[in-house]
């Protein structure tokens, strides 16, 4: 940790120096011919798509992310059923393989009901239950689970705490400012470092639509299904609106990051005969996890039904039971899945769409 800090002072004093910009201009110039284009799909895997000024070496950024993903783990519960998590573990690493990332990736599912998913930096993916459910196929998961990989590819996580930090440290002089003028920018300062750290900004999500969507195309999915989930995101956003001005939101509102998918879709990426929409994995899984979840209601009911039933006393005498008691309930909701594992060869293949 010792070297950490040193390491960060030592940029930081260049910073101040002035020397930082000139060598980010001399590496700058030294690395042109390396540079290569964030829209050319074909260059995926080689291009570095992490640069940016950061005092987290990718070995920092592992160790960091672990501690973060441990402190998940304790704080949530996660989906044990084998079935799920290795299905979705193996569409997040197909994903990766065809990504930018330089890092390896853990990736679990938490029992959720919460529309979202999240990869800490290092690689640490969770997804919500929720949103697997939220989706209607494969490809609208995978979309959504390349955006969070195109963060880690990316180093926005860090990227945003090595500006926090920076920002912290480049305030300390205006202390000796004195006075409201001192203060009130310290104060400022102070209120964006907690933003950076908790969300990403505008420009980092624009620039994680922007890369997810080409992980998505290089995968072989139709990359509409990210335009299609965002469309759901909408509706959601239209029955719950937030607090917050366009102007002042950290994220892009959804009608923008739509409208810059689908130029996207037509400028980068080059078209194909056929993309994958969905598998017939996708559907068991999902009805799978539809039926855990059900069974997770009906047990959190059952702990509840464990508590006594109380009765006050009255003058009139006790009324007759019914009969119809909860157990004579729960026992025709157990077991009434159908055996969805015999499917045929045709069922396996996957759902494509034509261009």
Same mark, same amino acid.
């Given at each position: 940790?010792?070297?950490?800090?040193?390491?960060?002072?030592?940029?930081?004093?260049?910073?101040?120096?002035?020397?930082?910009? !000139?060598?980010?201009?001399?590496?700058?110039?030294?690395?042109?011919?390396?540079? $290569?284009?964030? @829209?050319?799909?074909?260059?995926?895997?080689?291009?570095?798509?992490?640069?940016?000024?950061?005092? +987290?070496?990718?070995?920092?950024?592992?160790?960091?992310?672990?501690?973060?993903?441990?402190? =998940?783990?304790?704080?949530?519960?996660?989906?044990?059923?084998?079935?799920?998590?290795?299905?979705?573990?193996?569409?997040?690493?197909?994903?990766?393989?065809?990504?930018? *990332?330089? &890092?390896?990736?853990?990736?679990?599912?938490?029992?959720?009901?919460?529309?979202?998913?999240? *990869?800490?930096?290092?690689?640490?993916?969770?997804?919500?239950?929720?949103?697997?459910?939220?989706?209607?196929?494969?490809?609208?998961?995978?979309?959504?689970?390349?955006?969070?990989?195109?963060? &880690?590819?990316? %180093?926005?996580?860090?990227?945003?705490?090595?500006?926090?930090? !920076?920002?912290?440290?480049?305030?300390?002089?205006?202390?000796?400012?004195?006075?409201?003028?001192?203060?009130?920018?310290?104060?400022?300062?102070?209120?964006?470092?907690?933003?950076?750290?908790?969300?990403?900004?505008?420009?980092?999500?624009r620039e994680a639509d922007y890369l997810g969507?080409?992980?998505?195309?290089?995968?072989? +999915?139709?990359?509409?299904?990210? &335009?299609?989930?965002?469309?759901?995101?909408?509706?959601?956003?239209?029955? #719950?609106?937030? /607090?917050?001005?366009?102007?002042?939101?950290?994220?892009?509102?959804?009608?923008?990051?739509?409208?810059?998918?689908?130029?996207?879709?037509?400028? =980068?990426?080059?078209?194909?005969?056929?993309y994958i929409v969905t598998t017939g994995e996708?559907?068991?899984?999902?009805?799978?996890? #539809?039926?855990? @979840?059900?069974?997770?209601?009906?047990?959190?009911?059952?702990?509840?039904?464990?508590?006594?039933?109380?009765?006050? %006393?009255?003058?009139?005498?006790?009324?007759?039971?019914?009969?119809?008691?909860?157990s004579g309930q729960a026992s025709g909701d157990?077991?009434? /899945?159908?055996?969805?594992?015999?499917?045929?060869?045709?069922?396996? #293949?996957?759902?494509? $769409? %034509?261009?």
């Amino acid at each position: 940790m010792d070297h950490l800090t040193n390491h960060r002072l030592a940029i930081l004093f260049a910073i101040f120096l002035g020397m930082g910009t !000139l060598a980010s201009a001399q590496d700058s110039n030294a690395d042109k011919s390396d540079i $290569k284009p964030k @829209d050319d799909v074909e260059q995926i895997g080689d291009r570095d798509v992490g640069k940016g000024m950061n005092f +987290y070496s990718l070995e920092e950024e592992i160790a960091l992310g672990k501690s973060m993903a441990q402190q =998940v783990e304790q704080q949530s519960r996660l989906i044990q059923d084998p079935v799920v998590t290795e299905y979705i573990n193996r569409l997040g690493q197909n994903l990766v393989r065809n990504s930018d *990332a330089q &890092v390896p990736f853990t990736i679990k599912v938490i029992d959720d009901p919460s529309w979202n998913a999240f *990869a800490l930096p290092g690689g640490f993916f969770f997804v919500n239950s929720g949103l697997i459910l939220a989706a209607d196929s494969e490809a609208e998961i995978a979309g959504a689970m390349a955006h969070e990989i195109a963060h &880690v590819a990316a %180093r926005h996580g860090t990227r945003n705490a090595s500006k926090a930090e !920076l920002a912290n440290w480049l305030s300390l002089p205006l202390i000796f400012l004195g006075g409201p003028i001192g203060f009130g920018a310290r104060s400022a300062a102070g209120l964006l470092i907690p933003m950076k750290f908790l969300q990403f900004s505008r420009g980092a999500e624009r620039e994680a639509d922007y890369l997810g969507l080409q992980f998505l195309y290089k995968t072989g +999915y139709d990359p509409d299904a990210f &335009v299609d989930f965002f469309e759901k995101m909408q509706a959601r956003e239209k029955s #719950r609106p937030g /607090s917050l001005a366009k102007a002042f939101s950290t994220h892009p509102l959804t009608p923008d990051r739509i409208d810059a998918a689908q130029d996207e879709i037509i400028r =980068v990426l080059p078209p194909r005969d056929e993309y994958i929409v969905t598998t017939g994995e996708f559907d068991r899984v999902h009805t799978r996890l #539809r039926m855990l @979840d059900n069974r997770g209601k009906i047990e959190d009911a059952q702990q509840d039904s464990d508590r006594p039933t109380l009765r006050r %006393r009255t003058t009139a005498p006790p009324a007759a039971t019914d009969g119809d008691g909860s157990s004579g309930q729960a026992s025709g909701d157990a077991t009434g /899945s159908t055996d969805d594992t015999s499917q045929s060869d045709e069922d396996a #293949r996957p759902t494509l $769409k %034509r261009r």
